[in-house]
């Protein structure tokens, strides 16, 4: 309600701007045409994010200065610092960077957003950039018409050029035709008044457009054609730092709680820079004198020094904020804090993926594995086994023996607390996510989805075999309390697999011999099961309804082990492409796994008749 209310407010201040004066038609639709040329820039920008861009980010935002040179050199090349503030977002949110490196990217995107006013104020203002526009308008429009997304890139890229320099020259020549009949520079306000004002305004500018780079065009344009003053452009420039953060909380909204604190450090930081400019205004001003004239800018050319000021005051808030960047990540962690939620919530899902499909992917996998973290959880509790106890070096039949009470545990709830609403937002956000989606990243997130479905069935079975399993592993009857023991320790065997492969780097990877080895144990184990039941049938040591019990049991232990293996398999591949390839080509079909089978046991005949022999031979 309040958003209409305001685009309504909006809608009436220009109908009546355009009915009083003309001119105004042609400034505004300079800066309509500038936003769509921001637009299109963005989006030609998107078609080259996300893997590439992860490779580059695991190299360049490794330590405080390197993510701060990041969001410089991305900023300049995508002229908005809005775009790398959302992005960043996404990165956080999808946990590919840590919050101290997405502050260090936000400080470096602020110091970068500088570079557009030098290039307006350096040229923008004194070549006809606007016979540059058709052109670039004519080839982006050809290249976006063409299929292959990177072509699509280069021509949004082009176009976005475009629009921005065409953006940039209707805005120029609506303020020279607007000083022929209004001054505004009759509103001017000096003194602290007007600097308070002025950066209001310069905030409430941003607000609406949504960008400070184009406010900044537009504080440019119209201190070239004198129709603000300098004391008062150095107050809009302020106000346009500040309110760019506005954007960056807006997609922190969808965003996880990571999101939502780098959006908060984006806020501090802004706005400490914005009340340190103001409150050194006349030093700053100074400042910009002295080193104006270092450089050889006139004294008069107001568009440049302009530049230099906004330059100078990000620097300084950068200089002012950077020894207090870890004290700034804390303070804002403690007040910000990781909600405790009974029932599951995703960490890593948010709207500002959407927009690029590898870090969508990305925020898939991660929170894939937020959900098999709660799996394995309901799992070893299932089997009444602690998660630190699987995780830790001790034998699995120590742990056994150790851990003769079932752990009480309500699976169902569990599983409706835990998993049920969790796996739904994924399969949720994968139906939004696979629209902009390559075939591979398609066919990378169904079997993700895949794992989780697995992990639904694998739960299943666990609360059917809990029942008996509780009852069972304490019973008096010492062969029906083996048994199921023994159901334990290969469960838990396979548990203790997946932790560890979990941790398995690709450096030295055993993922593929581990997977391999217990499909073979799982025929193994079936064959050795039938044979070792029907001998306690028949010597008496089981009932028939223990028996029947044991049976389904084990089917059910059947099904979570090969579940378990089919979750690995897609959790715990290698990240690397060629080896993943490598470790498909070598996997055994079910064939070759019967073969395996029968070799080792051929294998271990061997052994045995050998063993016999040397008994024989002493």
């Known amino acids: 309600m309040f958003r209409r209310v305001v685009l309504l407010s909006i809608f009436a201040i220009l109908s009546y701007g355009f009915w009083i004066s003309p001119n105004l038609k042609q400034i505004t639709a300079g800066v309509a045409i500038f936003l769509f040329g921001m637009l299109a820039l963005e989006e030609g920008f998107k078609a080259f994010t996300g893997g590439l861009l992860e490779k580059i980010l695991k190299k360049t935002t490794n330590g405080l200065w390197k993510s701060m040179s990041f969001g410089v050199v991305t900023t300049t090349l995508m002229q908005s610092s809005s775009l790398v503030s959302v992005i960043t977002i996404s990165f956080l949110s999808a946990g590919l960077i840590t919050l101290a490196s997405g502050i260090g990217i936000i400080f470096g995107a602020n110091l970068g957003t500088t570079t557009g006013a030098w290039l307006v104020a350096g040229l923008g ?22 299929k292959p997304k990177e072509l699509k890139g280069i021509g949004y890229i082009l176009a976005g050029l475009g629009f921005l320099f065409l953006g940039i020259h209707y805005m120029k020549e609506g303020f020279e035709s607007f000083r022929e009949h209004i001054d505004l520079t009759t509103y001017a306000m000096s003194g602290f008044k007007g600097l308070l004002l002025y950066t209001l305004i310069g905030i409430a500018a941003t607000v609406i457009m949504q960008s400070s780079h184009a406010t900044l065009v537009l504080i440019i344009t119209a201190l070239a054609s004198q129709q603000i003053t300098y004391e008062n452009a150095l107050a809009l420039a302020i106000g346009s730092n500040v309110g760019t953060t506005v954007t960056a909380i807006i997609g922190s909204i969808s965003a ?3 999101g939502k604190r780098l959006a908060a450090a984006h806020l501090v930081f802004n706005v400490v820079t914005g009340l340190v400019a103001i ?24 568009t440049l020094k302009l530049a230099v000021f906004h330059t100078l005051f990000n620097l300084l808030g950068i200089a002012l904020m950077l020894p207090f960047i870890n004290k700034l990540g804390a303070m804002i962690t403690k007040l910000l804090p990781e909600k405790q939620h009974e029932i599951a919530e995703p960490l890593y899902l948010n709207n500002a993926s959407l927009e690029l499909p590898e870090m969508a992917l990305e925020a898939v996998r991660k929170e894939t594995l937020n959900l098999y973290q709660y799996f394995f959880g309901i799992v070893c509790h299932g089997l009444s086994f602690r998660v630190r106890d699987i ?13 003769r009470k079932p752990i009480p545990v309500n699976i169902k709830e569990e599983y409706t607390n835990k998993i049920k609403g969790l796996y739904a937002e994924i399969v949720n956000f994968i139906g939004k996510a696979n629209e902009n989606m390559t075939q591979d ?11 989780g479905r697995a992990m639904l069935e694998s739960i ?9 399993l509780s009852h069972y592993i304490n019973n008096s009857n010492p062969y029906i309390r083996a048994e199921y023991n023994q159901i334990r320790f290969r469960l838990g065997t396979i548990l203790r697999a997946l932790s560890d492969m979990q941790k398995d780097p690709d450096e030295h990877r055993t993922a593929l011999a581990t997977l391999e080895s217990m499909k073979i144990g799982i025929i193994e184990a079936d064959k050795k099961f039938f044979v070792d039941m029907n001998k306690l049938i028949r010597d008496k040591h089981i009932s028939g309804v223990m028996a029947t019990s044991l049976m389904n049991d084990h089917s059910y232990t059947n099904i979570i082990a090969n579940k378990l293996i089919e979750i690995a398999s897609i959790l715990f591949k290698s990240q690397d492409t060629e080896m993943h390839e490598i470790e498909k080509s070598l996997m055994l079909d079910e064939d070759e796994m019967a073969e395996a089978v029968a070799a080792r046991k051929r294998s271990e005949n061997l052994d045995s008749d050998k063993g016999s022999i040397d008994c024989e031979d002493k």
């Open 125 to 146: 203002l004194k070549v006809n950039i606007s016979a540059y526009a058709m052109p670039m308008l004519v080839f982006g429009v050809i290249l976006v018409l063409q």
């Open 256 to 258: 996880n709680i990571n």
């Open 279 to 302: 409150a050194l205004i006349a030093q700053l001003v100074d400042s910009v004198d002295w080193l104006s004239e270092r450089l050889g800018i006139a004294s008069d050319n107001y």
């Open 391 to 403: 995780k830790s070096y001790l034998p699995v039949e120590d742990i056994i023996k150790s851990q």
């Open 441 to 451: 990243q398609s066919n990378e997130v169904f079997e993700l989805r895949s794992a």
């Open 460 to 468: 299943k079975s666990t609360q059917h075999l809990h029942k008996n």
